[in-house]
């Protein structure tokens, strides 16, 4: 197998075979955790704040690439002499949707995904630990804990309207707790 093609040449052949140069960036971790970094040798300032450490290495790398819209080479020196090499790319650029002239009509799937739930809680005790506990207006399960209690949150939307209790039902201890739902 011929692992080496015919090369073609073309007029703008030597900018295309001409190495992809990024920027390289240097960053040196000190003894006490602060950063230098310097940018193709040029020192990359710190914040007003302070210096860069390494709490800060995100929002360093963010400032030095523009947001990830410029590729880079990075460099971590370690004050222990071990040093990491990596290549940040840049992000794909999103595309900013524009607003449609015909508003789409809002549907119940719609609704439902914007809604904030209405939420309640209904506790009881005298479960046996770990038990599976029924809710009903069977709406979820949950299990009492280890002391024997047990803990549902109900989202009130998913009741039907005029639904006012809750029934807590052990499935092993038979233990049933009638709750008002407030």
């Known amino acids: 197998m011929n692992l080496i093609g015919t090369r073609r040449s073309g007029p703008n052949d030597d900018d295309a075979t001409a190495p992809v140069e990024l920027p390289h960036v240097l960053v ?5 955790g602060t950063l230098a970094a310097t940018v193709d040798g040029t020192p990359f300032p710190p914040p007003d704040a302070g210096a860069w450490t390494r709490a800060t290495f995100g929002p ?5 690439t523009k947001d990830r819209t410029i590729a880079v080479r990075v460099e971590v020196r370690e004050s ?3 040093v990491f090499t990596d290549i940040l790319r840049t992000r794909k650029p999103r595309r900013a949707v524009a607003p449609s002239e015909n508003p789409v009509p809002e549907t119940r799937r719609s ?23 029924a809710v009903a207006t069977i709406v979820s399960h949950t299990d009492a804990t280890g002391t024997g209690e047990a ?32």
């Open 28 to 32: 040196t971790v000190a003894e006490d």
């Open 80 to 82: 222990d002499g071990s």
């Open 151 to 182: 803990r549902a949150l109900i989202d009130l939307d998913d009741l039907p309207d005029g639904t006012h209790e809750v029934i807590l039902f052990g499935r092993i201890s038979g233990t049933l707790a009638v709750r008002r739902l407030t």
């Open 111 to 133: 609704r439902h995904a914007r809604r904030v739930p209405r939420l309640a809680e209904v506790t009881a005790d005298g479960f046996v630990p770990g038990e599976d506990v």
């Open 60 to 64: 360093l790398m963010d400032a030095i």
